[in-house]
T-cell receptor, first 115, second 112 residues
Framework: GAVVSQHPSRVICKSGTSVKIECRSL??????MFWYRQFPKKSLMLMAT?????????EQGVEKDKFLINHASLTLSTLTVTSAHPEDSSFYIC???????????FGPGTRLTVT | GQQLNQSPQSMFIQEGEDVSMNCTSS?????WLWYKQDPGEGPVLLIA?????ELTSNGRLTAQFGITRKDSFLNISASIPSDVGIYFC????????????FGKGTKLSVKP
């Protein structure tokens, strides 16, 4: 149980284009989903917390207009990187938690490369 | 953002040896989680701890929630090559809504 998937696993896009990453909880309902960014050999950096049916809460320094988050259902959250630039290249990982649960279960990550 | 103090930063050990790593915080935590991350993958939950003093095992892994609520350790006994990876501790501060705070990770290398 507690499986989280991400799609795509790897994407290369041109500078100026937008990219959408999907995060799905496959066998449970996730009232809260989290989006992280991870630089090489670094820890996970929380970007935003997404609650189903409400606006995402962004961490300080994360541009909400650049990283659009939608959590339209209890099993799906999407992160759209708008007008991507090479410095947005990174490993993006989502996680999901069940109602009233303390654990977060992570997806396999999406490697974004902006050329 | 705030991060936990996780040590050691990296370890190089021989197969069969035991491993110990720990995390400390200046704040009281109500949850400690230990994750393992393989290259190019998302972290996988290994052990979750919820009570001060709690000692929990998962196969060759054992983790404890410190009595002071400000620390946790993870032990791996009789290491094998597939234990290689980065281990992260994560915790939730007492009274917070759900966001985890992560340690910087311990990179484990195992020589066969």
């Amino acid at each position: 149980g507690a499986v989280v998937s991400q799609h795509p696993s790897r994407v290369i896009c041109k500078s100026g284009t937008s990219v959408k990453i999907e995060c799905r909880s496959l066998d449970f309902q996730a009232t809260t989903m989290f989006w992280y960014r991870q630089f090489p050999k670094k820890s996970l950096m929380l970007m935003a917390t997404s609650n189903e049916g409400s606006k995402a809460t962004y961490e300080q320094g994360v541009e909400k207009d650049k990283f659009l988050i939608n959590h339209a259902s209890l099993t799906l959250s999407t992160l759209t990187v708008t007008s991507a630039h090479p410095e947005d290249s990174s490993f993006y990982i989502c996680s999901a938690s069940q109602p009233r649960a303390n654990e977060q279960y992570f997806g396999p990550g999406t490697r974004l490369t902006v050329t | 953002g705030q991060q936990l103090n996780q040590s050691p930063q990296s370890m190089f050990i021989q197969e069969g040896e035991d491993v110990s790593m720990n995390c400390t915080s200046s704040s009281i935590f109500n949850t400690w989680l230990w994750y393992k991350q393989d290259p190019g993958e998302g972290p996988v939950l290994l052990i979750a701890l919820y009570k001060a003093g709690e000692l929990t095992s998962n196969g060759r892994l054992t983790a404890q929630f410190g009595i002071t609520r400000k620390d946790s350790f993870l032990n791996i006994s009789a290491s094998i090559p597939s234990d290689v990876g980065i281990y992260f501790c994560a915790g939730r501060r007492w009274g917070s809504q759900g966001n985890l705070i992560f340690g910087k990770g311990t990179k484990l290398s195992v020589k066969p």
